[in-house]
């Protein structure tokens, strides 16, 4: 297996299965001191800088609350306008990259351009994490999605994921790419100008993923182990930020989540959001025994301290 000291995490493309069982089991190690609400030191003498030039909650915090946990130390900027980065002058990643990668350790971008990490990493002299880039990748959600998985089930392997929501998103991307390391079917429920490129699923099918369309979560809520869930009222994810329109549309019944819903399900499903969510999944699914994105939400945190002490080479 490939060392994670010093590597980035751009795309779950290339990850390997042993590589995510080798996060995963990280990540139960580090995880006491998670649920424990303490500090360690080990990675007291490292900082992680955060370049965010997009709006982020839990991605940007997990990752800062993670660094403190281990002890570490955290800088950066959460909002490109508020810098030099992002006013009139416009700076390349290129000219940002070389200036950030002498005030910390690791780097952990978020960026509206698709494939703006990976040219962070062509220039950072560290290891860059790739936080969500555009439609492109969020391999560090869908590695906390995949540990939530586990933990709660016991096993990815034989497990239908039924992927609602936009499979334009960065999720819905490694997701696809990350289940070709399983023996997992991934079911996909998009309304028809969120569906999957023909170009995905030429890649789905090069990867090895088992993948297939329904029209409606009615006819495959009875086979689903993990209900894997997107808005389909979605910003544009090429854009900064997008602030909330007065008017916007509404979930159509097809991709909604509800308490009604469920009632089909198996017993031992659970259901997964990244969140923030609108009305495609209501807070009355909150009081089921399947839901799990609280769970998940904390695990967030677990993942990103397991993939900090691994990159920064304090954990083998």
Same mark, same amino acid.
């Given at each position: ?55 982020? $909650?839990?991605?940007? @915090? =997990? ?10 130390? *955290?800088?950066?900027?959460? !909002? ?116 999957? $490129?023909?170009?995905? @699923? =030429? ?10 369309? *329904?029209?409606?979560?009615? !006819? ?97």
């Amino acid at each position: 297996m490939r060392s994670f000291a010093g590597r980035d995490i751009l795309s779950l493309k290339d990850f390997e299965r042993n590589e995510f069982f080798h996060v995963f089991e990280i990540a139960d190690q580090l995880e006491p001191i998670a649920r424990e609400r303490r500090n360690t030191d080990l990675l007291a003498a490292k900082t992680m800088v955060t370049a965010f030039y997009q709006p982020s $909650t839990r991605t940007r @915090l =997990a990752h800062e609350a993670a660094m403190h946990r281990l002890g570490g130390h *955290v800088t950066g900027f959460s !909002d490109a306008k508020m810098t030099r980065a992002g006013d009139f002058y416009q700076e390349s990643i290129k000219d940002t990259v070389h200036m950030l990668e002498y005030y910390g350790d690791v780097l952990v971008m978020r960026h509206f351009q698709q494939g703006a990490p990976h040219e962070a990493a062509r220039w950072a002299s560290i290891p860059v994490i790739n936080a969500g880039d555009g439609w492109g990748e969020h391999p560090t959600q869908v590695l906390t999605d995949l540990y939530t998985v586990q933990k709660e089930t016991g096993s990815v392997d034989g497990k239908t994921f039924v992927c609602i929501g936009d499979h334009r998103m960065r999720t819905m991307h490694s997701i696809g790419y990350a289940l070709s390391q399983f023996d997992a079917e991934m079911v996909i429920l998009a309304p028809e100008d969120m569906s999957p $490129t023909a170009e995905f @699923l =030429a890649e789905l099918d090069e990867k090895g993923t088992s993948w297939r369309i *329904v029209e409606h979560i009615n !006819d495959v809520i009875e086979d689903a182990d993990v209900i894997y869930m997107e808005p389909v009222v979605q910003p544009d994810y090429t854009q900064s930020r997008q602030e909330k329109q007065d008017e916007y549309g509404f979930t159509p019944e097809n991709y909604r989540i509800t308490k009604e819903v469920m009632k089909k399900a198996k017993g031992d499903s659970i259901v997964l959001h990244s969140l923030p969510r609108m009305d495609e999944l209501l807070p009355e699914v909150d009081q089921l025994k399947h839901a799990r994105y609280w769970q998940e939400a904390y695990n967030g945190v677990v993942m990103r301290m397991a993939l900090l002490a691994l990159i920064l080479g304090t954990t083998e």
